[in-house]
């Protein structure tokens, strides 16, 4: 198993540009969520899903947003990229609750200028 | 006040020392806690899961005290590749994860 990827590994946008931050499992996990990581805050929950066609908001989700059409595969869109977005995104899943063990991706970071 | 607080270190410790964490949550209807592990520039990895009653895995303890709202990681004969950042999780509302920022451990030769 690839267990879970994440693609770009890095990035570097201009403000008011769009992308999409790709991550896939392949562990049959239901539940997914995407973090960001900013120096001293902790990673901080963006968006997650219980399922496919089910997602919800997490802590900081202005900005951002998610789908969920399969079980493999939770894209991260961010609408307009401001410098405030500038993180490490971790692309997260388990099983089917978050309190089983977390499986991480790899991370993207993003630079916006 | 955050929800889920560690005191970011680093805490300095030679080979073989025991060192301890602790990190306090806010929540005291806080059910499931956890210690992940995240090497530099590294993806974070489940450590271990905290129980009511203490629980351990080889030279790491963790120890619960939901009175006090605090967690702990003990980790004994420290080794070189224990170095990183412990971080602290907590599951506060059902649905997501809280994470604390971190401690960092540096263990030296």
């Known amino acids: 198993n690839a267990g879970v990827t994440q693609t770009p590994k890095f990035q570097v946008l201009k403000t008011g540009q769009s992308m999409t931050l790709q991550c896939a499992q392949d562990?049959?996990?239901?539940?997914m969520s995407w973090y960001r990581q900013d120096p001293g805050m902790g990673l901080r929950l963006i968006h997650y899903?219980?399922?496919?066609?089910?997602?919800d908001q997490g802590e900081v989700p202005n900005g951002y947003n998610v789908s969920r059409s399969t079980t493999e595969d939770f894209p991260l869109r961010l609408l307009s990229a401001a410098p405030s977005q500038t993180s490490v995104y971790f692309c997260?899943?388990?099983?089917?609750?978050?309190?089983?063990?977390?499986?991480f991706g790899p991370g993207t970071r993003l630079l916006v200028l | 006040r955050k929800e889920v607080e560690q005191d970011p270190g680093p805490f300095n410790v030679p080979e073989g020392a025991t060192v301890a964490f602790n990190c306090t949550y806010s929540?005291?209807?806080?059910?499931?806690f956890f210690w992940y592990r995240q090497d530099c520039r590294k993806e974070p990895k489940l450590l271990m899961s905290v129980y009511s009653s203490g629980n351990e895995d080889g030279r790491f303890t963790a120890q619960l005290n939901r009175a006090s709202q605090y967690i702990s990681l003990l980790i004994r004969d420290s080794k070189l590749s224990d170095s990183a950042t412990y971080l602290c999780v907590v599951n506060m509302r059902g649905r997501a994860l809280t994470f604390g920022s971190g401690t960092r451990l540096q263990v030296q030769p």
């Open positions: 929540n005291s209807a806080s059910q499931s």
């Open positions: 562990m049959n996990h239901e539940y």
């Open positions: 997260a899943s388990s099983y089917k609750l978050p309190q089983e063990t977390q499986y």
């Open positions: 899903s219980v399922g496919a066609g089910i997602t």
